[in-house]
């Protein structure tokens, strides 16, 4: 074996061992010591029970709860599994997949929203994220679930606004990225409204 060989096969695993076993080790025993919630999942507890993350959305069908958007997983909301639906504006299949979404909400919203219109609905409510299983709705979503909960729940409309308001996300630095509202903190809030 030349010189130039064996230099090579050892630079393999020298930078094998660093760069794939103790830099991966570093960087998470960092995380977490500096990160301890995120680097574990951000993982949500109920009564010490983990009920979710708050970086992954769950299915709501329930009349009582905020319900998230669409799932582009299959199964719904699988986060072992996320993708992007991958359809372009002029695909017949995403007018079929939104219309059918928009028709859902509308029969959802509409007893409680009697002059709801298909324009009022918001993008996010039709839409699936880029991965598939998003988290978070946009407060305008929010909002026009609102009346159905407060209704349903037997709460005033104030009430479930200032929930929606305390489980809203600003922007990132304050000016990255749009305001979310996390659901299934949301939910969890109004199931202690209940108790």
């Known amino acids: 074996m030349s ?21 991966p080790l ?9 990160f301890p919630n995120k680097s574990n999942g951000s993982l949500i507890e109920r009564n010490g029970q983990v ?23 299959s199964p719904a909301y699988n986060a072992a599994a996320t993708t992007f639906a991958n359809l372009g504006p002029t695909n017949p299949d995403l007018a079929k997949n939104v219309r059918a979404a928009a028709l859902a909400v509308l ?8 002059g709801l219109r298909i324009g009022d609905i918001p993008a996010d ?9 998003d988290p978070d709705i946009t407060p305008l979503y929010a909002d026009l679930q609102a009346a159905r909960i407060a209704k349903v729940r ?3 409309a104030d009430r479930v606004q200032q929930l929606i308001d305390q489980n809203t996300d600003g922007r990132s630095l304050g000016f990255l990225g749009e305001p979310g ?7 969890l809030a109004l199931d202690r409204e209940a108790a």
Request: hydrophobic share 45%; proline share 4%; aromatic share 8%.
């Open 51 to 73: 009920v979710g993350s708050k970086l992954v959305g769950q299915e709501f069908k329930a009349k009582q709860y905020f319900h998230g958007r669409p799932s582009g997983t």
């Open 107 to 114: 029969n959802l919203e509409r007893p409680y929203n009697p």
């Open 125 to 133: 409510a039709v839409t699936t994220s880029a991965s598939g299983v």
């Open 26 to 34: 570093v960087l998470t025993g960092f995380a977490r010591v500096v």
């Open 3 to 23: 010189r130039t060989a064996l230099r090579s096969a050892l630079a393999v695993v020298v930078l094998t061992v660093a760069l794939g076993l103790i830099y």
């Open 181 to 187: 509202v996390n659901v299934l903190k949301l939910n």
């Open 154 to 156: 037997g709460l005033s």
